[in-house]
Antibody
């Protein structure tokens, strides 16, 4: 059974960057899409973007265009999400999630989440 | 609009039935998926492609859809079903995804 294991919590200064990793274990990595979803404290879920590792194709929500980069390393079955020019409202739990494995768009497997705190 | 709107909170007596709705124009074109999230935990998929339960999800969870509204029904709610529930689907462009605003379910 595939598991997604994310890197640990981060504390960053405003204006800096953060890079969160998401390592897949126990199954095929490249054939399915990996999305990044964030959740600010006490708020709902927000989709940020996705990557199809086998092709390297990416797709970002317009809101994050120019500030986020999602990449994948097929050799280590790891996806990455880098967010730049951090602001206080980027403080959130960042999740990676897999879709496409159930012949649907559903996110069937999620990482445990990475808390990113942005301080001034 | 690509927004998905849910009621903020609902309550249900133990063993009774509760229905959570999700409204949005995207649902006329794309199937809804539903996630359960408990405090401090990652979301879990409970219904996908409108009405299919993933392996391991109890059959008291069911989904349906009509027009611009998708619904998640819990028949015989249990204490462990107390959680936040989110719907999601593709947005109107078809290239991105959107989540509902979330519904907090309290089991009394």
């Amino acid at each position: 059974q595939v598991q997604l294991v994310q890197s640990g919590a981060e504390v960053k200064k405003s204006g800096s960057s953060v890079k969160v990793s998401c390592k897949a274990s126990g199954g095929t990595f490249s054939s399915y899409t990996i999305s990044w979803v964030r959740q600010a404290p006490g708020q709902g879920l927000e989709w940020m973007g996705r990557i199809l590792p086998i092709l390297g194709t990416v797709n970002y929500l317009q809101k994050f265009q120019g500030r986020v980069t999602i990449t994948a390393d097929k050799s280590t079955s790891t996806a990455y999400m880098e967010l730049r020019s951090l602001r206080s409202d980027d403080t959130a739990v960042y999740y990676c999630a897999r879709d496409g494995a159930l012949s649907s768009d559903a996110f069937d497997i999620w990482g445990q989440g990475t808390m990113v705190t942005v301080s001034s | 609009s690509s927004e998905l709107t849910q009621d903020p909170a609902v309550s249900v007596a133990l063993g009774q039935t509760v229905r959570i709705t999700c409204q949005g124009d995207s649902l006329r074109s794309y199937d809804a998926n539903w996630y359960q999230q408990k405090p401090g935990q990652a979301p879990i998929l409970v219904i996908y492609s409108k009405n299919i339960r993933p392996s391991g999800i109890p059959d008291r969870f069911s989904g349906s859809s009509s027009g611009n509204t998708a619904s998640l029904t819990i028949t015989g709610a249990q204490a462990e079903d107390e959680a936040d529930y989110y719907c999601n689907c593709r947005d109107s462009s078809g290239n991105h995804f959107v989540f509902g605003t979330g519904t907090k379910v309290t089991v009394l």
